[in-house]
């Protein structure tokens, strides 16, 4: 039996202001859907393993904190577990791989394939998943990668550098590039070397003879128990660049990792998305606004306008992964926040005295529950805007609507579920001691 593990990591600031710490790549809802509208990579991800008959054998491993976004995203189809620390793409396979085997969904002998869920590939790459065990078996490898035929010679993916494939429909591993320059990058492509997918196919058995070997225990609990002492681990390092009997599939159509403006906006449908237009020589310019405000370009070719409560980014679309520099030096705290149950966005920080003020939106979405422990806050108001729902406030429950006002203690622990999508404007008081922004998932 072959099992497929999505790893949702990351927290990449290229595509700043839409990604970020909170809120990865893989969650943007801008990528055109069949149906006429529009999804995320990880929706989309989701469909299309369905399609390739993947589904029912999928496992997706992300950190604690958005455990609740992705079942979110996944339509809660697919089972979830949360690492809780991040550690790397080794140990969150490796947590994969124990859970299924303690759960005995899988045995020594099953095939597994782990594969990044934020990814965009056309449905043929999907398809190839199922020729990851016949490819173990006849060519006597370890290990069996999928690679791509390079679109251009980028500095952004890793490389793999194939040799002469025999009969088993693949190619013997030779060694690997991670992100070489642009002259590097160019002379392997002259070698007929690969982008790297980073997904990576074995046995079961396998990686529990590379945990052995690493001194790490081979059961679930055990294993968890000691994450947070772990090193961060890659799987290109510490297994695929270290195998002797590595081997790679080729994969001759659409994939790209969207990991920059350019990438992202050459998918979309549209030159527009959200509040504002473009006129005059704007040639190849795109405009993202998730804000409330309109955003015009006039004149101004090849460029991304981007803006989101987090920022606002006016860059060449070649030029904008600049923008992870920019923010290394100039870093500030989140504005904006996804959630199983929906979002916040930080409309307004004040001081008042030695107390900080702080004034939020929450949307919450329809059969979902926003819950908060009590003690973190000197005070809170809540102010009903839009829709209906259920308030529980110190162990007692109360329908509330929109032009309710609801005031919080300190101690008072409190939550509601929205009947229909709610909007919340609430207003925190906090003092030296307490905490901040901290919303249950």
Same mark, same amino acid.
């Given at each position: 039996?072959?099992?497929?593990?999505?790893?949702? &990591?990351?927290?990449?600031?290229?595509?700043?202001?839409?990604?970020?710490?909170?809120?990865?790549?893989?969650?943007?809802?801008?990528?055109?859907?069949?149906?006429?509208?529009?999804?995320?990579?990880?929706?989309?991800?989701?469909?299309?393993?369905?399609?390739?008959?993947?589904?029912?054998?999928?496992?997706?491993?992300?950190?604690?904190?958005?455990?609740?976004?992705?079942?979110?995203?996944?339509?809660?189809?697919?089972?979830?577990?949360?690492?809780?620390?991040?550690? &790397?793409?080794?140990?969150?396979?490796?947590?994969?791989?124990?859970?299924?085997?303690?759960?005995?969904?899988?045995?020594?002998?099953?095939?597994?394939?782990?594969?990044?869920?934020?990814?965009?590939?056309?449905?043929?790459?999907?398809?190839?998943?199922?020729?990851?065990?016949?490819?173990?078996?006849?060519?006597?490898?370890?290990?069996?990668?999928?690679?791509?035929?390079?679109?251009?010679?980028?500095?952004?993916?890793?490389?793999?550098?194939?040799?002469? &494939?025999?009969?088993?429909?693949?190619?013997?591993?030779?060694?690997?590039?991670?992100?070489?320059?642009?002259?590097?990058?160019?002379?392997?492509?002259?070698?007929?070397?690969?982008?790297?997918?980073?997904?990576?196919?074995?046995?079961?058995?396998?990686?529990?003879?590379?945990?052995?070997?690493?001194?790490?225990?081979?059961?679930?609990?055990?294993?968890?128990?000691?994450?947070?002492?772990?090193?961060?681990?890659?799987?290109?390092?510490?297994?695929?660049?270290?195998?002797?009997?590595?081997?790679?599939?080729?994969?001759?159509?659409?994939?790209?990792?969207?990991?920059?403006?350019?990438?992202?906006?050459?998918?979309?449908?549209?030159?527009?998305?959200?509040? &504002?237009?473009?006129?005059?020589?704007?040639?190849?310019?795109?405009?993202?606004?998730?804000?409330?405000?309109?955003?015009?370009?006039?004149?101004?070719?090849?460029?991304?306008?981007?803006?989101?409560?987090?920022?606002?980014?006016?860059?060449?679309?070649?030029?904008?992964?600049?923008?992870?520099?920019?923010?290394?030096?100039?870093?500030?705290?989140?504005?904006?926040?996804?959630?199983?149950?929906?979002?916040?966005?930080?409309?307004?920080?004040?001081?008042?005295?030695?107390?900080?003020?702080?004034?939020?939106?929450?949307?919450?979405?329809?059969?979902?529950?926003?819950?908060?422990?009590?003690?973190?806050?000197?005070?809170?108001?809540?102010?009903?805007?839009?829709?209906?729902?259920?308030?529980?406030?110190?162990?007692?429950?109360?329908?509330?609507?929109?032009?309710?006002?609801?005031?919080?203690?300190?101690?008072?622990?409190?939550?509601?579920?929205?009947?229909?999508?709610?909007?919340?404007?609430?207003?925190?008081?906090?003092?030296?001691?307490?905490?901040?922004?901290?919303?249950?998932?």
């Amino acid at each position: 039996m072959q099992h497929t593990i999505l790893l949702c &990591g990351g927290s990449g600031q290229r595509l700043w202001p839409l990604s970020g710490e909170i809120r990865s790549k893989m969650f943007l809802n801008l990528l055109p859907a069949p149906d006429g509208g529009t999804e995320s990579m990880l929706s989309r991800v989701c469909r299309q393993l369905t399609e390739a008959g993947l589904g029912e054998s999928a496992l997706f491993v992300t950190h604690k904190d958005q455990q609740a976004l992705v079942r979110r995203y996944t339509g809660s189809t697919y089972p979830v577990i949360g690492e809780p620390y991040k550690r &790397g793409t080794f140990t969150a396979a490796a947590l994969g791989v124990l859970h299924l085997c303690s759960t005995g969904k899988a045995q020594p002998e099953d095939t597994i394939c782990v594969a990044p869920a934020d990814m965009f590939a056309d449905d043929d790459f999907f398809q190839l998943f199922h020729r990851f065990a016949g490819v173990l078996t006849a060519s006597g490898a370890e290990l069996a990668l999928l690679g791509t035929r390079p679109a251009y010679p980028s500095d952004q993916y890793g490389y793999i550098v194939p040799g002469i &494939g025999g009969s088993t429909g693949c190619d013997p591993v030779l060694s690997f590039a991670e992100k070489p320059g642009s002259s590097r990058a160019e002379e392997l492509i002259r070698k007929h070397a690969l982008w790297n997918c980073g997904v990576f196919a074995f046995r079961v058995s396998f990686m529990l003879s590379q945990l052995a070997q690493m001194g790490l225990p081979v059961e679930y609990d055990a294993f968890a128990s000691l994450y947070s002492g772990l090193p961060v681990r890659s799987f290109d390092k510490e297994i695929a660049e270290r195998s002797s009997r590595a081997v790679v599939l080729r994969h001759e159509g659409e994939w790209s990792d969207l990991g920059s403006w350019a990438a992202l906006t050459a998918e979309l449908d549209r030159m527009v998305t959200g509040h &504002g237009g473009i006129w005059g020589e704007s040639q190849n310019t795109v405009i993202v606004n998730e804000l409330d405000i309109p955003l015009y370009v006039i004149g101004v070719p090849g460029i991304i306008a981007a803006a989101s409560p987090e920022g606002i980014l006016i860059a060449g679309i070649h030029e904008a992964n600049a923008i992870k520099t920019v923010l290394q030096e100039h870093s500030a705290a989140p504005r904006y926040g996804e959630t199983g149950w929906g979002s916040y966005t930080v409309l307004d920080q004040a001081s008042s005295g030695a107390d900080r003020i702080l004034t939020v939106k929450l949307c919450i979405l329809p059969d979902h529950e926003l819950t908060e422990a009590a003690g973190l806050h000197s005070g809170k108001h809540w102010r009903i805007v839009s829709g209906h729902g259920l308030l529980q406030q110190n162990g007692m429950l109360m329908a509330v609507t929109a032009g309710d006002l609801i005031a919080f203690g300190r101690d008072e622990q409190h939550g509601i579920r929205a009947a229909a999508a709610m909007e919340i404007i609430e207003i925190r008081t906090l003092g030296e001691a307490d905490s901040g922004l901290i919303y249950t998932s």
